[in-house]
């Protein structure tokens, strides 16, 4: 055994995750923070919009069917500015992600072999994954990300490392699964 990490998840691990994902996602700073002020402006702009079309079709009282085909637009635009909103609002995003977590409360451990890892907990039992399976690793400044596919991710908080240096897990994800870590800005 080279490393070993032993882990209840927190909501803030799960939040970190998220953040990593949007990372992800988005890695140019200037779109990530485009996106951050452009989504608001253009969900209120969308439901402004959907609200006076929706008002001004209901105060004429006219009813043909360009009124319905303003209506269905008018509908889109609401729910479209909804889900900008909504996309806007990360701290949003990681209380619903935790609410949905299943796992809360377990006890994770992994253990890192010469040629291969292991995930444990009560639910799942014993895995085991050959380092060829991790796909690209990212690191903060209390985690490691190692992801086997582009949305799922082994999370390790670099406090809870009950064997092995948290500092050189890196250079040791490098040699063994031939991945950079990434880190997340």
Not at 48 to 77: D, K, N, Q, R, Y
Not at 174 to 183: E, F, N, P, Q
């Amino acid at each position: 055994m080279e490393y070993q990490v032993q882990m209840v998840y927190e909501q803030q691990d799960v939040a970190a995750l998220v953040r990593t994902l949007d990372f992800r996602r988005r890695p140019e700073k200037n779109l990530r923070m485009a996106r951050k002020i452009g989504y608001p402006i253009f969900g209120i702009l969308l439901l402004a919009v959907g609200i006076s079309v929706i008002g001004g079709t209901l105060s004429m009282g006219v009813f043909a069917p360009i009124t319905i085909l303003t209506l269905v637009i008018s509908l889109a635009c609401l729910l479209g500015g909804v889900a900008l909103l909504r996309r806007a609002d990360t701290k949003g995003m990681e209380r619903r992600s935790w609410a949905k977590y299943p796992n809360k409360g377990m006890t994770v451990t992994y253990t890192f072999y010469p040629d291969r890892f292991e995930e444990e907990d009560e639910v799942s039992g014993r895995n085991e994954f050959q380092y060829l399976s991790i796909k690209s690793a990212n690191e903060d400044e209390g985690h490691f990300f190692l992801f086997t596919s582009s949305n799922a991710a082994h999370m390790l908080r670099k406090d809870s490392f009950v064997c092995g240096d948290p500092a050189t897990f890196a250079a040791f994800l490098r040699k063994k699964a031939a991945v950079t870590t990434d880190l997340v800005e």
